[in-house]
């Protein structure tokens, strides 16, 4: 599958951006679908995830209770809405996805094959 990703942008401390990702030419159906965000002189890491069948979700403690992960059935894309945003949110964000994903191994990025091209977000102070 190719994963499509859009939204990021420049935002203020405590701003909201919101970021998609969509896969090109199918569904993700019976896929997880998962963003990873890499910072400056960082490695990448993971941020939340979602099994497209039954919605279970998963998130970073960084981002719990400022980010949501959300399916969007109608277009077939998954989106990370992501408010009271803080410096250290900047990153380069990718969408990554892969099918039979199980939940002890959703937050590594060794368990997705399928990889977007990351979309910059930068929050300033």
């Not at 990021?8 to 896929?31: E, I, K, V, W």
């Not at 970073?60 to 109608?74: E, L, N, P, Q, Y």
Request: charged residues 15%; hydrophobic residues 35%; glycine residues 12%.
């Amino acid at each position: 599958v190719q994963l499509q990703a859009s939204g990021g942008g420049s935002a203020q401390a405590g701003g909201s951006l919101r970021l998609s990702c969509a896969a090109s030419g199918r569904t993700f159906y019976g896929y997880t679908i998962a963003w990873f965000r890499q910072g400056p002189a960082k490695e990448r890491e993971f941020v939340a995830a979602i099994k497209w069948s039954g919605g279970t979700t998963r998130y970073a403690d960084s981002v719990k209770g400022r980010f949501t992960i959300s399916r969007d059935f109608a277009n077939s894309m998954v989106s990370l809405q992501m408010s009271s945003l803080r410096p250290e949110d900047t990153a380069i964000y990718y969408c990554a996805a892969d099918r039979n994903v199980i939940l002890s191994s959703i937050t590594m990025i060794g368990s997705y094959d399928h990889w977007g091209q990351g979309t910059l977000v930068t929050v300033s102070s």
